[in-house]
């Protein structure tokens, strides 16, 4: 675990089987930031459904050189 900071948590993290994702609530921009700006949210981009979809990380192949991610010989 990280070192506790005192804010609060970014989100909440999920193990969809091939990806991590973490939802939470996005951070607000003052109306001076462009709606095109890559800083925004983009719900259609994270592909949100019923919760805001912050960062999706690809999980690696379990196969790494020959071996299963239970270290069994392929």
Do not use: W
């Amino acid at each position: 675990m990280g070192k506790d900071t005192g804010k609060p948590p970014i989100g909440e993290a999920y193990d969809t089987g091939d990806q991590i994702v973490i939802i939470g609530t996005p951070p607000e921009f003052p109306d001076s930031v462009p709606d095109d700006d890559p800083r925004r949210h983009n719900c259609d981009a994270m592909g949100c459904g019923c919760a805001h979809v912050l960062y999706r990380f690809r999980k690696p192949n379990p196969t790494v050189e020959g071996r299963t991610a239970k270290g069994q010989q392929t």
